[in-house]
């Protein structure tokens, strides 16, 4: 909360200050404009395909991931039924393998939830990168002073006509049906 607040002062602090040196020194005037990135990268062409992609690809490393815990909890179901049977040499035995066991598979799950975030910032790159130029572009070509992302949370109100994400989305889907246009 502390780091919401500060981020608005800062936004609010910045705009008076610039709004006071651009009317000042230059005579332009101010313009602003936001977006609402979610619904963005949500609805932009070849997110459902890089969605898809990552959700196929995660049922695989979750198959993996149940399996191993499949196989630990076996593990320990058959030496809580048989503990009482063994000497405390083989429990001793037994216990360091669960937890070896234990080990390799909180090792494996982190090992998969990064590859899984790797490879999710993959698929996703191209289509930040094309919302990147798209808000570029659009901020030179509108002279827009600073664009704000509405999801970012700093944004507490605005004038929906000052929000431009339609058309953000309406250029890259028309990026999209050039020929060379986003990769998806």
């Given at each position: 909360?502390?780091?919401?607040?500060?981020?608005?002062?800062v936004a609010t602090a910045l705009a008076a200050l610039g709004y006071a040196g651009f009317n000042g020194s230059q005579g332009s005037q101010i313009k602003l404009a936001y977006i609402n990135s979610n619904e963005i990268i949500?609805?932009?062409?070849?997110?459902?395909?890089?969605q898809a992609t990552f959700e196929r690809e995660?049922?695989?490393?979750?198959?993996?991931?149940?399996?191993?815990?499949?196989?630990?909890?076996?593990?320990?179901?058959?030496?809580?039924?048989?503990?009482?049977?063994?000497?405390?040499?083989a429990r001793t035995q037994r216990q360091q393998e669960i937890n070896q066991k234990r080990l390799e598979f909180q090792q494996r799950t982190a090992d998969l939830e990064n590859m899984a975030?790797?490879?999710q910032?993959?698929?996703?790159?191209?289509?930040?990168?094309?919302?990147?130029?798209?808000?570029?572009?659009?901020?030179?070509?509108?002279?827009?002073?600073?664009?704000?992302?509405?999801?970012?949370?700093?944004?507490?109100?605005?004038?929906?006509?000052?929000?431009i994400t339609g058309q953000v989305l309406q250029r890259l889907q028309n990026q999209s049906a050039e020929p060379g246009g986003t990769p998806n």
């Open positions: 909360m502390q780091y919401r607040v500060s981020a608005i002062l949500s609805q932009a062409p070849g997110a459902a395909e890089a995660m049922a695989g490393w979750n198959a993996q991931v149940e399996a191993m815990g499949d196989s630990l909890q076996l593990m320990v179901t058959q030496y809580e039924q048989q503990q009482v049977m063994l000497s405390p040499e975030q790797s490879r910032q993959e698929l996703v790159a191209p289509i930040y990168e094309a919302v990147s130029r798209v808000l570029v572009t659009l901020r030179e070509e509108e002279q827009y002073t600073m664009i704000f992302d509405a999801a970012a949370g700093a944004l507490i109100a605005a004038d929906t006509a000052l929000d």
